[in-house]
């Protein structure tokens, strides 16, 4: 059974799974497994495809846990950006199998840079937001919740969760700039 994400320490458990603590690794699964794979199954549209992103994800979870710089973002966001990136790399690597010949590979790593810039900087915009705000988005655009089910989890009238989130999306593309 997982945490609210205000109860659970992510950098504590990306620290321990950096110093070799299995059950730190065990904890991040049970938390944010369920979420990880949504993520995944969204973007590939296969669930078995899906699994194999996010057993890979924890692979690089895992191996890179010891290189998570705090500084550039919250632990949490880094571990979605993981399973982000492996699951787009996938589809990347299908459609150049089936449409690409090698000439095209070079633009593929310009857009690997570009996609990896652009996450670094979500990462800092979203920072920037109130943590409630913030808390408001990811659900809304990760965990894939409604403003009906943002309110309820958060003990927020619906109108106030609808004003945030639109605040916060001005924001973010102001940020984005």
């Not at 078995?48 to 692979?59: K, N």
């Not at 690089?60 to 982000?84: C, E, H, L, Q, Y």
Request: proline share 3%; with cysteine.
């Amino acid at each position: 059974m997982s945490l609210p994400e205000s109860d659970f320490d992510y950098e504590a458990r990306l620290a321990a799974c950096a110093r070799g603590e299995r059950s730190a690794l065990r904890d991040l699964y049970v938390q944010e497994g369920p979420r990880l794979l949504g993520v995944a199954k969204r973007l590939v549209r296969d669930t078995a495809l899906a699994e194999d992103i996010v057993h890979e994800a924890f692979i690089k979870i895992w191996n890179g846990a010891a290189g998570f710089d705090p500084a550039r973002g919250s632990a949490r966001g880094w571990m979605f950006t993981v399973t982000r990136h492996l699951a787009l790399n996938l589809l990347r690597d299908q459609s150049r199998e089936t449409s690409l010949g090698d000439e095209h590979e070079t633009a593929g790593d310009t857009d690997e840079l570009d996609a990896h810039a652009h996450s670094a900087r979500i990462h800092r915009c979203l920072e920037q937001l109130e943590p409630q705000r913030r808390h408001c988005i990811l659900h809304a655009y990760v965990d894939g919740y409604s403003h009906a089910q943002i309110a309820a989890r958060l003990d927020t009238p619906l109108g106030t969760v609808k004003a945030w989130i639109k605040r916060s999306l001005n924001a973010l593309r102001e940020c984005m700039g």
